[in-house]
């Protein structure tokens, strides 16, 4: 599956930013669907999963909250609302879909997992 994210900016602390990954092929609602995020000089961190169906998701702890991804399968289009964004949000971040089937946190929040990727988009918060 090919996959786009857009919506991406400069934002100022407190604010809010709505990203989105438009996916393409028709087994979209299969996937697990996950944002990562990449912050300068550190490695790639889980934000964010959902199941197929996205009556099932994962948050990491930083994000708790403040984030909620959903999906909507008919636009084939996964969605990360972010709110009350801080400095440390700032990375690039990435959606990627996962064809396992999971039931656990490990299984959602493991990058490996995911075989295809976005190619990213970068959020910038101001202090």
């Known amino acids: 599956v090919q996959l786009q994210a857009s919506g991406g900016g400069l934002v100022q602390a407190g604010g809010s930013l709505r990203l989105s990954c438009a996916a393409s092929?028709?087994?979209?609602?299969?996937?697990?669907m996950g944002w990562f995020r990449q912050a300068p000089g550190k490695e790639r961190e889980f934000v964010t999963a959902t199941s197929g169906t996205g009556d099932v998701a994962y948050y990491a702890d930083s994000v708790k909250g403040r984030f909620t991804i959903s999906r909507d399968n008919g636009k084939n289009t996964v969605y990360l609302q972010m709110n009350s964004l801080k400095p440390e949000d700032t990375a690039i971040y990435y959606c990627?879909?996962?064809?396992?089937?999971?039931?656990?946190?490990?299984?959602?929040?493991?990058?490996?997992?995911?075989?295809?990727w976005g190619q990213g988009t970068l959020v910038t918060v101001s202090s």
């Open positions: 092929g028709r087994t979209f609602s299969s996937y697990v």
């Open positions: 990627a879909a996962n064809r396992a089937y999971c039931s656990t946190y490990g299984c959602y929040a493991g990058d490996f997992r995911y075989g295809d």
